[in-house]
């Protein structure tokens, strides 16, 4: 979920006003997207393990610290390799700016979501976290450590609606987004090629975010946050870091929860693909060996990445870091004791460019959804008409956008939590599906990718360009972030007022919370469509 320009000269301390007024024009003009903290006053220093550091306090009280480094950075020796401990400093370091994201792809999504991007530098010296905390000093709030979207290959946790100031402010949580490394930088599997100097190198990208963990163990207390209580989550291929970290080995006990957002990670990279891949990315950028292209200017190995095809870059199971498939064929016993959310949105799709919003007709719908499925004529009508039957008042171009989302972004998610709630003596599931509809784009987009986290983040006002403007978005939003928040507390997330009591998820009864103006519990959502494309998919691998 990010887009790149070419601004080697911009001035980061600009970044927040140009994102509130990109994000401005998408609305129509109004300024309520994001507090401009240029004239916020200074915190009171806090200790870190490394040294201490000075954010801002944001209206209302918030303590806000951005860009605060957790792990050394990954230029030069450091690069491929494993996070390295952070060198202490002396005096008070300034965190008040946002720090790099990780060099990465020019690829963007909408553009109601981009506006929301706050467009930083990129840099290699991009292990850094934003803290969010309605106050300082010990305490015993539960901590939520956000994983940003973009697969494994793009974005940060700097986009502003992952701004973690109303979440901590309403619900007396503590915010922690986190920026790691990606694509080649993160995932390029090298224990194979490198020799005994790169040993480590291998899913270096989820080591950072272990990292960070423990950065937060560490530190979190003076925050006002308890490092025993700890939520990961994360939505896309957050949700995907989120799924990888449940079966590593080095991140238990580093996290308590977890919730996954239109995001999974049921299985990995087996190690000879993911060495091919290295091989194929070290002859595209002109590198002998590891330790040559270790040695090479950054922009030449992004720019490598961004020309290259076919590259498959993410968690690789390597034995070690990630020693086997952490939902195949069954969940991981690594994380058995951590309660799991999982959530999708009905119109996943819609957040692609080229995804169809306009209207088509019923040879359209069959052709498209015949393509989708890899089935013949026969069949792709036996499914559309189950979801005509199932959805009367859905249009052709609905039932196209939600045929390839249950089909696609929806699978993995479902898997995760089925196979979760399927371990024998494990903690709790639970799962939700998201139908809200936004009014931008004249109302086009519906319940798209992404849509959901401005609800999760109380953001609603900060992401008018995703939500549009209409009154219902708060009332739902202090619903979800409240459930939310009350998972991280206990595992549990009933206690949102206005939401009916949330059931446990199990394989037979798929209880469902079905998130919209009027929430309501579902007994496995539309189940019948969900079984006939699981039978396509069976006869079609």
């Known amino acids: 979920?990010?887009?790149?320009?070419?601004?080697?000269?911009?001035?980061?301390?600009?970044?927040?006003?140009?994102?509130?007024?990109?994000?401005?024009?998408?609305?129509?003009?109004?300024?309520?997207?994001?507090?401009?903290?240029?004239?916020?006053?200074?915190?009171?220093?806090?200790?870190?393990?490394?040294?201490?550091?000075?954010?801002?306090?944001?209206?209302?009280?918030?303590?806000?610290?951005?860009?605060?480094?957790?792990?050394?950075?990954t230029a030069?020796?450091?690069r491929f390799l494993p996070p390295q401990e952070l060198a202490p400093w002396t005096g008070v370091k300034e965190t008040k700016l946002v720090g790099n994201r990780s060099p990465q792809d020019f690829v963007g999504p909408i553009t109601e979501v981009e506006a929301l991007d706050r467009t930083e530098t990129q840099g290699e010296d991009c292990l850094n976290l934003n803290v969010f905390t309605p106050a300082l000093g010990r305490g015993d709030r539960p901590v939520m450590l956000w994983l940003h979207g973009g697969g494994f290959t793009s974005g940060s946790g700097n986009w502003l609606l992952y701004?973690?100031?109303?979440?901590?402010?309403?619900?007396?949580?503590?915010?922690?987004?986190?920026?790691?490394?990606?694509?080649?930088?993160?995932?390029?599997?090298?224990?194979?090629?490198?020799?005994?100097?790169?040993?480590?190198?291998?899913?270096?990208?989820m080591l950072d975010i272990v990292a960070a963990l423990e950065w937060v163990r560490d530190n979190i207390a003076n925050f006002g946050g308890n490092p025993n209580n700890v939520t990961i989550f994360g939505q896309s291929g957050g949700g995907g870091k989120v799924g990888a970290l449940l079966g590593m080995p080095a991140a238990k006990g580093l996290f308590h929860r977890a919730i996954g957002m239109s995001g999974a990670f049921v299985q990995g990279v087996p190690k000879d693909r993911a060495t091919e891949t290295a091989q194929k990315f070290m002859a595209a950028v002109g590198a002998k060996n590891v330790a040559e292209m270790q040695a090479m200017p950054m922009e030449k190995v992004r720019d490598a990445f961004l020309n290259a095809q076919g590259l498959t870059l993410q968690p690789v199971v390597d034995g070690r870091t990630v020693p086997a498939n952490p939902f195949a064929p069954a969940a991981t016993p690594i994380s058995q004791g951590v309660p799991l959310m999982m959530g999708t949105v009905e119109?996943?799709?819609?957040?692609?460019?080229?995804?169809?919003?306009?209207?088509?007709?019923?040879?359209?719908?069959?052709?498209?959804?015949?393509?989708?499925?890899?089935?013949?004529?026969?069949?792709?009508?036996?499914?559309?008409?189950?979801?005509?039957?199932?959805?009367?008042?859905?249009?052709?171009?609905?039932?196209?956008?939600?045929?390839?989302?249950?089909?696609?972004?929806?699978v993995g998610p479902l898997t995760q939590a089925e196979r979760k709630s399927e371990l024998a003596g494990g903690a709790p599931v639970y799962s939700y599906y998201f139908r809200w509809l936004s009014s931008v784009r004249q109302g086009k987009l519906r319940s798209y990718h992404c849509l959901d986290i401005p609800f999760a983040f109380n953001n609603v006002e900060v992401c008018t360009s995703m939500t549009g403007t209409l009154q219902s978005r708060y009332a739902l939003a202090t619903k979800i972030s409240t459930a939310f928040a009350s998972f991280a507390r206990s595992g549990d997330p009933n206690g949102a007022q206005g939401l009916p009591q949330w059931p446990k998820f199990d394989t037979k009864t798929r209880a469902t919370m079905v998130l919209n103006d009027e929430s309501a519990v579902m007994?496995?959502?539309?189940?019948?469509?969900?079984?006939?494309?699981?039978?396509?998919?069976?006869?079609?691998s």
């Open 1 to 73: 979920m990010s887009r790149e320009r070419n601004r080697a000269g911009i001035d980061r301390r600009s970044f927040i006003g140009s994102s509130i007024a990109a994000a401005g024009l998408l609305a129509g003009g109004t300024r309520a997207w994001a507090q401009d903290i240029r004239g916020a006053k200074a915190s009171r220093p806090v200790d870190t393990a490394a040294g201490k550091i000075e954010g801002v306090v944001l209206d209302g009280g918030v303590n806000a610290f951005y860009g605060v480094p957790y792990a050394a950075s």
């Open 347 to 410: 119109h996943e799709v819609n957040f692609f460019p080229t995804t169809m919003i306009d209207p088509i007709d019923d040879a359209d719908l069959h052709a498209r959804v015949k393509q989708t499925l890899r089935a013949d004529d026969a069949k792709a009508k036996d499914v559309v008409d189950l979801y005509k039957h199932g959805r009367p008042k859905a249009s052709n171009v609905e039932l196209s956008q939600i045929i390839a989302s249950d089909n696609g972004m929806r």
């Open 163 to 205: 701004d973690g100031a109303r979440l901590a402010r309403s619900q007396d949580v503590v915010v922690v987004p986190v920026t790691h490394r990606l694509n080649v930088f993160g995932y390029l599997y090298l224990e194979e090629l490198g020799g005994d100097a790169f040993k480590g190198a291998s899913n270096v990208g």
């Open 76 to 78: 030069g020796k450091n």
């Open 523 to 540: 007994n496995d959502p539309f189940g019948a469509e969900r079984q006939m494309l699981a039978k396509l998919r069976e006869g079609n």
